[in-house]
């Protein structure tokens, strides 16, 4: 049934990326389930805009595609098949999805495929529009624990890391023996040292990745490390949920270095095995690591599936580490960029008269 009154609406939302300090790498039975918990930090000035449009009627014909997508001003055939396909899991849970048809508007503070996840931004900022949409059609607002909780739910159909994106600071997804859920993520207690970390992250190759995280994913079933990493995995989630809330950075710093190369570890003993860092990677990982040993600015870094570095540091040793990215930027050469960013507050709403 075609509610007309839905005609027209506009929902714009902003939601940033977030950089994973345990990794989830590998996949359960169902859709989009995690094999380990995770945890992340929200960033604030990598984010994604979604604007979502409920076309109207008159406006289509059966030629209307159900989903048309802009990215930055440019029409996005490339991006479409994704989007769709989130559209079809969530039309599950909202099927009233097939009755309309939408355009959306999008646009990244960040270039695509910087080694920020694009993905983990703009699935969760388009869930978060979903989710006001539902409200409508509802005719009521779900709670402020409700709403959060159905935007991750959603998010997490399009892209698993997404669902994190929702909350501000810091959040877990993946159930435990005492905590959290396959289903959503959950806002996670950190010390205030986490609420201003810094993020500088280190491109190195902004090109699209040889390997896409899902096909990565599906590699972790037959692995046959897979078991020993899932484990691994849990026991380091124990220990950094506690290190966040307690404030400390040089036991949880080590500890995501760890889990970032235990990541490219796997990769590169999957069947087939591939390597994503490149000879940058290497080097700035060794000069980050003489740094922090010459001068005990707790500097760590960490890698998502790609080649870039994402450096965290307090916010007190800001004007150290921006010397020495100078110096890092100089030696790695002219091709690589640095994108700064913190740790942020989650999504916002943009509302209709504010917008774009």
């Keep these: 049934m075609t509610h007309k009154k839905l005609d027209g609406l506009k929902f714009t939302w902003w939601a940033p990326s977030n950089i994973a300090l345990v990794k989830y790498w590998g996949k359960k039975e169902g859709h989009q389930l995690p094999a380990n918990p995770s945890v992340s930090l929200t960033l604030n000035e990598s984010k994604t805009r979604v604007e ?3 076309l109207k009627t008159e406006e289509c014909s059966q030629n ?9 001003g440019k029409k996005m055939p490339s991006f479409i098949p994704k989007i769709e396909k989130f559209f079809k899991h969530a039309s599950e849970e909202l099927p009233f999805l097939n009755d309309y048809k939408f355009l959306l508007k999008t646009e990244n503070t960040f270039p695509h ?18 989710v006001e949409l539902e409200q409508t059609v509802k005719g009521h607002n779900f709670s402020e624990t409700e709403f959060w909780q159905r935007a991750s739910f959603l998010a997490r159909m399009g892209s698993g890391s997404a669902c994190r994106s929702v909350f501000p600071h810091a959040a877990s997804w993946g ?10 993520a959950e806002r996670v207690e950190c010390h205030p040292i986490f609420k201003s ?12 990745k040889k390997v896409s995280s899902r096909a990565g994913h599906g590699l972790m079933n037959d692995h046959f490390y897979g078991k020993a990493r899932y484990h691994h995995a849990l026991t380091n989630w124990h220990h950094s949920i506690e290190w966040l809330k307690d404030g400390s950075w040089d036991n949880l710093g080590n500890l995501v270095e760890e889990e970032a190369l235990s990541l490219h570890a796997m990769m ?15 080097t700035a990982i060794h000069l980050v690591r003489e740094y922090r040993y010459r001068t005990g600015v707790p ?9 870039n570095l994402h450096l965290l540091y307090p916010e007190e040793y800001r004007a150290d580490v921006s010397k020495f990215l100078v110096d890092l930027k100089d030696q790695l050469g002219a091709n690589v960029s640095i994108i700064d960013d913190k740790v942020g507050t989650g999504p916002y709403r943009i509302k209709e008269k504010e917008q774009l």
């Design 52 to 54: 979502l449009n409920v």
């Design 64 to 72: 209307t595609p159900w989903i048309d997508l802009y990215f930055s």
């Design 113 to 130: 495929s910087a080694g920020i996840a694009s993905s983990a931004s703009s699935m969760a900022a388009l869930a978060l529009n979903l």
């Design 175 to 184: 159930e435990t023996d005492n905590f959290g859920s396959d289903l959503f």
């Design 197 to 208: 970390m810094y993020d500088s992250i280190v491109v190195v190759n902004a090109s699209e």
């Design 268 to 282: 590169m003993t999957s069947r087939p095995g591939y390597i994503l860092m490149e000879p940058q990677t290497i």
């Design 299 to 307: 500097l760590y870094f960490t890698l998502d599936a790609g080649p």
